[in-house]
C-alpha cells in the first residue's frame, strides 16, 4: 500500500470515529535531530509538528522546571497543549479514565485550537510549559508521565471555560 493510500484511509479512520487527525510528517520525534527538524506544512487537515528548539528533558531540565513530584507544571500549557495531551496520555495508556479522551476531544473542538501546533506538540508528549519553552514528557518514568496526563486533565476544565 502506498504511503499517500495508508494516510488518506488513516485520516478517514480518524473521521469516521470521531477523533481529530493529527499527522506528523518525517522523523519521529524521537529520532529527531537539532539539524534535522520537521518542515512545518499547513495543507488543510493536516498538521506537522514545527520546527522549535530542542525541548527539556528529565536529564536536563533547568532547576525549577520540575516540582516537588519530579513533574513539570501544567500551568502554561495552552488549551491546545492541553488537548494535544490528552490525546498522547489516552492514546499510550497512561489513564483509563475516558474523562481524558472526552476532555481532549472537547478542547480540539474550540476555535483554533486543532490547528495550533501547541496541539501537535501536545500529541507527542511535548508539554509547553510557556510560549518559548517545552519539556519532553515522555523522558520521565511512565508514572511521572501518568501524574502529568492527570495534572492536565485537572487544568481541561478551565481550559474549556476560556475563549
Same mark, same amino acid.
Given at each position: 500500500?502506498? =504511503? @499517500?493510500? #495508508? ?14 487527525g493529527?499527522?506528523?510528517? *518525517?522523523?519521529? !520525534?524521537? +529520532? ?11 495543507? %488543510? =487537515? ?8 530542542? %525541548?527539556? $528533558?528529565?536529564?536536563? !531540565? &533547568? ?10 507544571? /501544567?500551568?502554561?500549557?495552552? &488549551?491546545?497543549? /492541553?488537548?494535544? #495531551?490528552?490525546?498522547?496520555?489516552? *492514546?499510550?495508556?497512561? $489513564? $483509563? ?10 478542547? +480540539?473542538?474550540? %476555535? =483554533?485550537? @486543532? ?6 506538540? *501536545?500529541?507527542? *508528549?511535548? #508539554?509547553?510549559?510557556d ?14 508521565? +501518568? +501524574? ?11 481550559l474549556?471555560? $476560556?475563549?
Amino acid at each position: 500500500m502506498s =504511503g @499517500s493510500c #495508508l494516510v488518506s484511509k488513516l485520516a478517514a479512520a480518524l473521521a469516521v470515529s470521531s477523533c481529530v487527525g493529527l499527522i506528523a510528517l *518525517g522523523t519521529p !520525534a524521537h +529520532a529527531q535531530t537539532d539539524t534535522q527538524p520537521p518542515v512545518p506544512s499547513h495543507a %488543510p =487537515g493536516k498538521l506537522v509538528v514545527p520546527r522549535t528548539a530542542p %525541548p527539556m $528533558t528529565a536529564a536536563n !531540565a &533547568a532547576p525549577g522546571v520540575l516540582d516537588y513530584d519530579g513533574i513539570p507544571t /501544567v500551568e502554561g500549557a495552552s &488549551a491546545a497543549n /492541553v488537548a494535544g #495531551l490528552m490525546a498522547y496520555c489516552y *492514546g499510550h495508556n497512561l $489513564t $483509563t479514565d475516558t474523562t481524558v479522551r472526552v476532555l481532549g476531544r472537547k478542547l +480540539a473542538r474550540k %476555535p =483554533g485550537v @486543532s490547528t495550533n501546533p501547541a496541539y501537535a506538540w *501536545g500529541g507527542v *508528549g511535548r #508539554l509547553m510549559l510557556d510560549k518559548n519553552t517545552m519539556f519532553d514528557v515522555t523522558t520521565l518514568k511512565p508514572r511521572l508521565q +501518568a +501524574a502529568v496526563c492527570s495534572r492536565s486533565a485537572l487544568r481541561g476544565p478551565d481550559l474549556l471555560n $476560556t475563549k
